[in-house]
């Protein structure tokens, strides 16, 4: 990955974990850790902690 390419992904990161951390408070800075530049890591995360379904979990995190 180039240098522009990734420090783009890294800061549309910081946004989806701050929506994360907004929409499902249980999450802690360990799970968003994990998940670290992992979308399916952190939608399995929230998935585990909450039980909501994908759909729900990509749905919000992809809502501006």
């Not at 992904?9 to 994360?20: I, S, T």
């Not at 902690?49 to 501006?64: F, K, Y």
Request: charged share 45%; no cysteine; proline share 0%.
């Amino acid at each position: 990955m180039d240098e522009s390419t990734k420090a783009k992904w890294e800061g549309r990161w910081d946004q989806v974990k701050g929506k994360a951390r907004q929409a499902w408070g249980e999450l802690t800075d360990d799970d968003l850790d994990v998940a670290e530049g992992s979308w399916d890591e952190l939608v399995g995360k929230i998935k585990e902690r909450t039980g909501e379904r994908v759909e729900s979990i990509e749905a919000a995190l992809r809502d501006d």
